[in-house]
């Protein structure tokens, strides 16, 4: 058997409105990004899932409540963080962004690399497997273990996760499916 996985973004934070990287740092859900929570629920309202993970960042656990804590228990797991920016935590997004494969391997200053956030979201792929095997989860949480995920399942390297990251094109979808 496997662990069906549905992963969702939190919605837009403050901070992305004014071009910061969170990183670590708990954020705040813009007005658009409560909407968009609450949208994302009505939106995927026809799925079933067994629980909801999310990030224990306030972004994160926000909108899983907006978005679907009237409906499923909501578990927050430390695993699904943002990457740690480390010194870049709350600072211009545009000072990395466009170079993040910098930081595959090498950590960020003070921070950790995506190579790190993959190994955490690793644990918590198998943790999954282990108690929720033949179930369906819905994940609300951050950039770098969506990508973690891209790497770590869809067989991606990380250069092709960054390549291909949504976020470039803007071309959100209300969930994107994985197997584990």
Request: aromatic share 12%; net charge negative.
């Given at each position: 058997?496997?662990?069906?996985?549905?992963?969702?973004?939190?919605?837009?934070?403050?901070?992305?409105?004014?071009?910061?990287?969170?990183?670590?740092?708990?954020?705040?859900?813009?007005?658009?990004g409560k909407e968009q929570a609450k949208q994302l629920g009505q939106q995927v309202?026809?799925?079933?899932f067994d629980v909801?993970?999310?990030?224990?960042?306030?972004?994160?656990?926000?909108?899983?409540?907006?978005?679907?804590?009237?409906?499923?228990?909501?578990?927050?797991?430390?695993?699904?963080?943002?990457?740690?920016?480390?010194?870049?935590?709350?600072?211009?997004?545009s000072?990395?962004?466009?170079?993040?494969?910098?930081?595959?391997t090498t950590p960020f200053p003070n921070g950790e690399s995506y190579q790190d956030a993959e190994t955490r979201l690793a644990s918590f792929v198998d943790y999954l497997r282990t108690n929720y095997d033949g179930k369906h989860?819905?994940?609300?949480?951050?950039?770098?273990?969506?990508?973690?995920?891209?790497?770590s399942l869809k067989g991606k390297t990380w250069q092709e996760a960054i390549d291909e990251d949504w976020r470039k094109s803007k071309a959100w979808q209300p969930g994107w499916e994985y197997e584990a």
């Amino acid at each position: 058997m496997s662990v069906r996985i549905t992963y969702f973004v939190h919605g837009t934070t403050t901070d992305n409105e004014h071009d910061l990287a969170t990183g670590w740092l708990p954020g705040e859900l813009s007005e658009a990004g409560k909407e968009q929570a609450k949208q994302l629920g009505q939106q995927v309202a026809d799925k079933q899932f067994d629980v909801v993970f999310c990030s224990d960042l306030q972004r994160a656990i926000d909108s899983a409540q907006l978005g679907f804590g009237d409906k499923y228990e909501i578990i927050q797991d430390s695993r699904l963080r943002e990457c740690n920016y480390g010194d870049m935590n709350g600072k211009s997004a545009s000072s990395f962004k466009d170079r993040m494969q910098d930081f595959v391997t090498t950590p960020f200053p003070n921070g950790e690399s995506y190579q790190d956030a993959e190994t955490r979201l690793a644990s918590f792929v198998d943790y999954l497997r282990t108690n929720y095997d033949g179930k369906h989860i819905a994940i609300v949480a951050h950039q770098a273990p969506q990508l973690a995920l891209d790497v770590s399942l869809k067989g991606k390297t990380w250069q092709e996760a960054i390549d291909e990251d949504w976020r470039k094109s803007k071309a959100w979808q209300p969930g994107w499916e994985y197997e584990a």
